[in-house]
């Protein structure tokens, strides 16, 4: 038989093969292993120095705002020390560089700070600032900021009152109302309602006699009455409203400037029509008529408000550079404005206070915050008999020493041309009510509707609260900071 072969008896070498296959292998894994480790390990270190570059960038980042901040802050003092910037401009240092040092010592950046300063009539209504700020650790990444520093002004409200008010059920009001006395608030509204007083007593002028809460009424939302509150008085005192420097200001700083027209009464004042071109064409009035009223400030009066004469004298370029024109005696005013303009009528050496008459519509060419209008009234911003029957006026109207509203025109029971335009159907105003004594646009008799806008719409420009027309009453005299952006 043939004898079979054991496993010892292989062939010589076998086993030397055998074994450099298998070291092959291992160190082909081995390889292989240390391969995928490199690439992860590569890839976690590139992981972990990207976030810590990314890290680095965002300290940067954070310590160029806080230095952009320190250097707004620090041109607000700047500012507020040399009070003769904002007054005409002189001593503006722009571009300034102030340096933010860590208060433990060290330096943590840079902020260069530059001013732009917005004057009309040579007289400065705010500054634009804007800091870039670097950080030491690295000026790359730097931040801008931007603000404005303007005292606050009367249209960043709906309505500043000087004594008590009712609102009442037919109006819808949008934005802040705040008056210095009592507030009945029955109107459906969407921002705050402050008073300056806790309690007042509501007489029967506003429906109820007895003593009642700074703001109370069934208004929509009582979460939003606040009171007592601070008095906003600027509006109504010498300091918000100096009519004989505004008058200088029109005369020699390049606005327009009338005197007061000779004749009575009933046989002068000007009209203004604004047009969408950007002028304005200003009448002489010769002759009115006067209808019988009412208000709350002075009773039974006349009202000699209605045009039925007047004289061109010609239609002008609104200055751009003091687009302020100051009339002494009464004007009234409608059309289409064109850039930003401000109207006063007042005579400061005299002891007449002429009123202001929102004669028709008012409209701006844009509504992009361009455009805007303040009529400031000595006495009374009045809106007369003869208006539309659908109103609409944009603008910010001022009524310093007298009242704002449409008093209350009726029957006499002598009939008049003018019988149908005692009742109106809705006045809508955008923009800012400031007044004296107690506003008035609609009437009741003996608990019915009677006179003046059966329905009444007041909203507050947004867009005019940061940039109003020159010489807007403000409510504070304090600057501030407001549009703060990062660009």
Known sequence: MKEKRKPADRPSGYWLLANSSSRGVTVFLVLGFMGVFAIVLGTISSYVLMQGRYGQALYAREIALHVAEAGLEYYRWFLAHNPVIMTDGTGLVSPYTYAVNDPEGGSLGS?????????????????????????????????RLSVRYIRPSSAEYSYILN???????????????????????????????????????????????????????AGSTPALWTYPVSTITVPFSASGVNFTDLRTKAQSGGGI???????????????????AAGTVTIYRVTSTNEEESYSSQYGNTTEPSIITGETLL??????????????EDRVWVEGTVNGKVTVVAATPDSGTTPDAYLNNNIYYAAYDGTDGITVIAERNVLLPLVVPDTMEIHGIFVASNGHYGRDHFRDWQVA????????????????????????????????SYCSGFATRYDYYDQQLAFSPPPFTPVASTDYKFTLWREQ
Do not use: K
Not at 187 to 213: F, I, L
Not at 257 to 275: C, D, K, Q, T, W
């Open 111 to 143: 902020a260069t700070v530059s001013a732009t300063l917005n004057l009309q009539c040579g007289v400065v209504q705010w500054a634009d600032l804007t800091s870039v700020g670097a950080a030491d650790v690295n000026p790359t990444y730097a931040r």
């Open 163 to 217: 004594g008590n008010v009712w609102a009442g059920t037919s109006r819808t009001i949008r934005g802040p109302y705040h008056s210095n006395g009592g507030v009945r608030m029955d109107a459906v509204h969407n921002s705050d309602v402050t008073s300056s007083v806790a309690t007042w007593t509501c007489d029967a002028g506003t429906g109820c006699p007895s003593t009642q809460a700074g703001v109370f009424g």
């Open 257 to 275: 400037y009338y005197a007061a027209a000779s004749g009575s009464l009933n046989e002068r004042g000007y009209h203004l029509v604004f047009n």
């Open 314 to 327: 010609g239609t002008y370029n609104v200055p751009s550079s003091c687009a302020l024109l100051f009339f």
């Open 416 to 447: 008049s041309q003018y019988d149908q335009y005692i009742t109106r159907d809705t006045l809508i105003t955008v923009g800012t009510v400031v007044s004296n004594g107690r506003t008035g646009t609609s009437w009741q008799c003996s608990g």
